[in-house]
């Protein structure tokens, strides 16, 4: 199991790889979970869990890409940023869309 310091230097490496003009945040976790039920001095139950993931959020100009994986696996991580700046493109190009200048109908216009 990591540290919690390795959980940052993780995130760290991430924020780094920032482009000129770009922000990027990084949230990485790391958990586990264990459940034991004994009856009568017997386990009857035992189920042990662990999680991690990893979300980035890539800023520039205002506006904003996110993308989440379930694992910490490096060869991810590198698609996890990717995503989120495909993301932070299509929002892009979604602005430059609606930026078109649209004059709205008046009800008073009516002929």
């Given at each position: 199991?990591?540290?919690?310091?390795?959980?940052?230097?993780?995130?760290?490496?991430?924020?780094?790889?920032?482009k000129p003009g770009e922000q990027i945040e990084a949230?990485?976790?790391?958990?586990?979970?264990?459940?034991?039920?004994?009856?009568?001095?017997?386990?009857?139950?035992?189920?042990?869990?662990?999680?991690?993931?990893?979300?980035?959020?890539?800023?520039?100009?205002?506006?904003?890409?996110?993308?989440?994986?379930?694992?910490l696996d490096e060869s991810v991580l590198h698609e996890?940023?990717?995503?989120?700046?495909?993301?932070?493109?299509?929002?892009?190009?979604?602005?430059d869309f609606l930026s078109i200048d649209v004059v709205?109908?008046?009800?008073?216009?009516?002929?």
């Amino acid at each position: 199991m990591s540290t919690p310091n390795a959980l940052e230097q993780l995130a760290a490496r991430i924020v780094a790889q920032a482009k000129p003009g770009e922000q990027i945040e990084a949230y990485v976790s790391r958990g586990g979970e264990t459940s034991v039920r004994v009856y009568e001095g017997e386990v009857e139950h035992f189920v042990s869990a662990q999680s991690e993931s990893v979300g980035i959020r890539v800023v520039r100009d205002g506006r904003t890409g996110y993308a989440y994986a379930g694992t910490l696996d490096e060869s991810v991580l590198h698609e996890v940023l990717a995503e989120a700046r495909a993301i932070f493109q299509a929002t892009e190009l979604a602005r430059d869309f609606l930026s078109i200048d649209v004059v709205p109908s008046r009800p008073d216009a009516a002929s």
